[in-house]
């Protein structure tokens, strides 16, 4: 498989709650269109798609994903990713154990893990996570039960231990704060609210790409 994880990488996370009273499926395509780089759906709360409703959605973001080229993943349902053929599936710590999922999904799909500390991540990675997601950096309104915002010591830390997986911070990302996130070492932001509550989702993308460039130097 090519490199996934290029820098800067700007991945999407949105859930039919999240659409900002906007269609959904436009958001995603717009964010597609926009240069997203990988796209997580994750329904969650009141008024979640379930059942037959929730695959069918599934279906459609896979669609347009696989119309972009952009790897598609599925929060927490590993049931969810394997009936509708994911890229890939995204666990925090309290769901299913992390070397279970992995048995479960093969080699081939995608395995994020989200992790609060180095030991957590030594146990994510060898369990076989293919990236890790680590936050809330910033404060947010996106997840009911977020922990206290704890910046980007973390992802420096978990990077400086184990170079080589990729990083994504997590949790109140916007451009403007995103220059810490990268200065941390981490491969991408991941975002929902910046991006799916955007006037311009595309202008905002660039945005968090040109974030990086102060970083390169
Ligand atoms: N995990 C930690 S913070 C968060 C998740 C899913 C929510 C991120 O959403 P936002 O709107 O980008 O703060
Ligand atoms: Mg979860």
């Known amino acids: 498989m090519c490199n996934l994880f290029n820098k800067p990488s700007v991945y999407f996370i949105m859930g039919t709650q999240n659409a900002s009273g906007k269609d959904p499926l436009k958001v995603l395509e717009e964010a597609l269109k926009g240069g997203i780089t990988h796209f997580q759906l994750r329904e969650k709360g009141t008024g ?8 069918e959605f599934a279906e459609k973001c896979q669609e347009l994903c696989t119309q972009y080229q952009i790897p598609f993943l599925i929060n927490d349902d590993v049931d969810l990713a394997l009936a509708v053929g994911a890229d890939g599936i995204h666990i925090g710590q309290e769901d299913m154990d992390c070397g279970q999922v992995r048995a479960l999904i093969g080699k081939e799909k995608m395995l994020g893990v989200s992790v609060h500390s180095l030991e957590e991540a030594r146990i994510a ?16 309104r996106s997840k009911a ?16 231990q184990f170079p080589h997986i990729p990083v994504f911070g997590i949790g109140g990302i916007t451009p403007q704060n995103a220059p810490a996130v990268w200065q941390a ?11 799916s509550g955007a006037d311009d989702i595309a202008l905002q993308i ?11 130097i």
Do not use: W
Request: neutral net charge; hydrophobic residues 45%; glycine residues 18%.
């Open 125 to 140: 990675i060898d369990a076989g996570a293919d990236y890790l997601g680590m936050g809330p950096v910033y404060g947010t």
């Open 145 to 160: 039960d977020a922990k206290r915002p704890a910046g980007t010591v973390g992802i420096e830390e978990v990077i400086g």
């Open 185 to 195: 070492g981490a491969s991408g932001v991941a975002v929902i609210s910046a991006l």
């Open 206 to 216: 660039a945005h968090f790409k040109n974030s990086y460039k102060g970083v390169l």
């Open 48 to 55: 979640a798609l379930r059942g037959q409703n929730l695959v």
